[in-house]
């Protein structure tokens, strides 16, 4: 198993940045595909952006986060990163992130094992 622990998250005025960490500790940290999801009050829980295990040559970005968020993984320090640029009060939310036993998981939120306790994220305008 692995556990989750995300930080990084507090209050941004619009246009403003934020870097998101997920620290996992347990199993080993590069045989898991990974991702980063949010919630928004009142909405779905939907994934921003995905990288596949390892090497992380494989990623997936929501259309809506497309040129403004970047996930990386740094397997030696067991750590993902979220960096999220341009920042927009749609993107006030909860931010998670999660893992998956496959190579690969992408959007698909039903094969996301392990969740984390996530972090809330303010946009002002």
């Known amino acids: 198993q692995v556990q989750l622990v995300e930080s990084g998250g507090g209050l941004v005025q619009a246009g403003g940045s934020l870097r998101l960490s997920c620290a996992a500790s347990g199993r080993t940290f590069s045989s898991y595909a990974m991702g980063w999801f949010r919630q928004a009050p009142g909405k779905a829980r939907e994934c921003i952006a995905a990288?596949?295990?390892?090497?992380?040559?494989?990623?997936y970005y929501a259309d809506f986060v497309k040129g403004r968020f970047t996930i990386s993984r740094d397997n030696a320090k067991n750590t993902m990163y979220l960096q999220m640029n341009s920042l927009k009060p749609e993107d006030t939310a909860v931010y998670y992130c999660?893992?998956?036993?496959?190579?690969?998981?992408?959007?698909?939120?039903?094969?996301?094992?392990?969740w984390g306790q996530g972090t809330q994220v303010t946009v002002s305008s």
């Open positions: 999660a893992a998956s036993d496959q190579r690969y998981s992408g959007a698909n939120i039903g094969s996301y094992n392990y």
């Open positions: 990288i596949s295990w390892w090497s992380g040559d494989i990623t």
